[in-house]
């Protein structure tokens, strides 16, 4: 197993994809891409979502061995 793979990122095409299909209305520079990259950082549970992944996992799991 690849311990450095990389599951989950975002990019700046995602950004501008939820700005062009909110109708922001917004154009963003390079130079706010630091801000935008830390608010996202502090609002994402990641303990959170990963913990939540491997509960589903463990759980469908369970459902194929008792199959």
């Known amino acids: 197993m690849n311990k450095e793979k990389i599951i ?3 990019s700046v095409e ?3 994809a939820v700005i062009e299909d909110n109708n922001l ?3 963003i520079t390079k130079e706010d891409i630091p ?3 830390e608010k996202i ?4 549970d990641w303990r959170g979502a990963i913990e ?7 759980d469908s ?3 194929l061995q008792t199959k």
């Open 41 to 44: 950082g502090d609002m994402i």
């Open 61 to 63: 799991k369970k459902k």
């Open 52 to 58: 939540f992944a491997l509960l589903e996992l463990k």
């Open 35 to 37: 801000f935008i990259e």
């Open 8 to 10: 989950y990122s975002l």
């Open 25 to 27: 209305n917004l154009k």
């Open 14 to 16: 995602d950004i501008l």
